[in-house]
């Protein structure tokens, strides 16, 4: 019994350790140089760490990368891709102030820069969350024994959860509830192709694919003229 407590106050931390480093790195800039980077290290090592496992092939087939025709991948991810561009068309074109992105890319010295650096960021980013919440966190809430529609629903909600405090820096409480809630179906879209066998690679191309039409969104809230 305290074993079975046990493995479920770690399966909470797991959930909540991402909103919990996004907390305190970005929304309350903490130390952000240090924490944000190490919550990062802690998403590609916690697998190793927990599964016992120092190969990284065996951590990638046990976090349900296989071969794939990544048809699954790139059909979600058009699907995606069009939901959000009929978002942004239909309901915050106009509606959105870009005022917050641009001054944090401007302090870093980013903004001339936009695309390349967006790009490599995303490529980057999208594949660490694959990694941790389609991956590990998908595969200890299957150990639990757990319906899949609560994997489904706990994954997406953890994902869309700590997206969040990234939001609510640069967009008012309504739109930030509102792509927080958007971001929870993502997850939970990708969650639901894992529980159906689905190669986490397709659930790395369908996430990347909606990140870029979201960067595209970003340009244009820049005023869609840095190009590089």
Same mark, same amino acid.
């Given at each position: 019994?305290?074993?079975?407590?046990?493995?479920?106050?770690?399966?909470?931390?797991?959930?909540?350790?991402?909103?919990?480093a996004t907390?305190?790195?970005?929304?309350?800039?903490?130390?952000?140089?240090?924490?944000?980077?190490?919550?990062?290290?802690?998403?590609?090592? &916690?697998?190793?760490?927990?599964?016992?496992?120092?190969?990284?092939?065996?951590?990638?087939?046990?976090? @349900?990368?296989?071969?794939?025709?990544?048809?699954?991948?790139?059909?979600?991810?058009?699907?995606?891709?069009?939901?959000?561009?009929?978002?942004?068309?239909?309901?915050?074109?106009?509606?959105?102030?870009?005022?917050?992105?641009? &001054?944090?890319?401007?302090?870093?010295?980013?903004?001339?820069?936009?695309?390349?650096?967006?790009?490599?960021?995303?490529?980057?980013?999208?594949?660490?969350?694959?990694?941790?919440?389609? @991956?590990?966190?998908?595969?200890?809430?299957?150990e639990r024994?757990?319906?899949?529609?609560?994997?489904?629903?706990?994954?997406?909600?953890?994902?869309?959860?700590?997206?969040?405090?990234?939001?609510?820096?640069?967009?008012?409480?309504?739109?930030?509830?509102?792509?927080?809630?958007?971001?929870?179906?993502?997850?939970?879209?990708?969650?639901?192709m894992r529980?159906? @066998?689905?190669?986490?690679?397709?659930?790395?191309?369908?996430?990347?694919? &909606?990140?870029?039409?979201?960067?595209?969104?970003?340009?244009?809230?820049?005023? @869609?003229?840095?190009?590089?």
């Amino acid at each position: 019994m305290r074993s079975d407590r046990t493995s479920w106050l770690w399966l909470t931390v797991w959930l909540v350790f991402p909103a919990v480093a996004t907390w305190t790195s970005f929304t309350l800039q903490w130390w952000p140089q240090v924490l944000y980077p190490l919550s990062k290290v802690v998403l590609v090592v &916690a697998p190793f760490v927990v599964w016992r496992l120092r190969s990284v092939i065996t951590a990638s087939r046990q976090a @349900g990368v296989k071969k794939t025709g990544g048809l699954w991948g790139l059909i979600s991810g058009a699907v995606l891709g069009v939901v959000i561009f009929a978002a942004w068309q239909g309901l915050f074109q106009g509606q959105i102030n870009g005022d917050a992105i641009a &001054a944090k890319l401007t302090s870093l010295n980013l903004i001339d820069h936009y695309w390349s650096v967006a790009l490599f960021i995303a490529m980057i980013n999208s594949l660490l969350e694959e990694w941790y919440w389609r @991956g590990f966190v998908f595969e200890r809430l299957k150990e639990r024994k757990l319906a899949a529609v609560w994997v489904v629903l706990l994954g997406g909600a953890g994902f869309g959860f700590h997206h969040y405090f990234t939001l609510i820096v640069y967009f008012s409480l309504p739109i930030t509830l509102f792509f927080t809630f958007a971001t929870m179906v993502a997850g939970a879209l990708w969650s639901w192709m894992r529980s159906r @066998g689905v190669s986490l690679v397709d659930c790395y191309i369908s996430h990347l694919i &909606a990140d870029v039409a979201l960067l595209w969104i970003g340009w244009q809230l820049l005023g @869609g003229t840095h190009v590089i």
